[in-house]
């Protein structure tokens, strides 16, 4: 068996454990793989997850936060690959931002 067989082989073994509620020994005992081995790979899946999947710089939105000193209204730009750009009032976003702050803390 390859690794990327192994691999994915084991990764559905997880999934079987974590849908059924298995403890990784009762886990090993039906795979046949090694407690320590489904342990290990359990960890290390779960490292991956973590991890923030790798995006070409085409593909990654940005919002660029511009401070002007002028009297105007406050605006938020954003700007996504594909997209037209979408502004927002930011006085509106901050009364936002604010009542979901107080709604917390009740």
């Known amino acids: 068996?390859?690794?990327r067989t192994?691999?994915?082989w084991i990764r559905a073994w997880l999934a079987v454990g974590v849908r059924e509620n298995l403890h990784f020994k009762e886990l090993a005992r039906r795979s046949g793989i090694g407690f320590r081995t489904l342990h290990r790979w359990?960890?290390?899946?779960?490292?991956?997850s973590s991890m923030p999947t790798p995006q070409s710089d085409e593909e990654r939105a940005f919002i660029e936060l511009v401070e002007r000193?002028?009297?105007g209204p406050t605006r938020i730009e954003v700007y996504l690959p594909g997209e037209p750009r979408l502004v927002i009032d930011g006085a509106a976003v901050i009364r936002v931002l604010a009542h979901m702050i107080k709604a917390?803390?009740?």
């Open 6 to 8: 192994r691999r994915e």
């Open 42 to 48: 359990n960890s290390r899946f779960r490292k991956e």
């Open 1 to 3: 068996m390859d690794k």
């Open 104 to 106: 917390i803390d009740r």
């Open 69 to 71: 000193v002028q009297g």
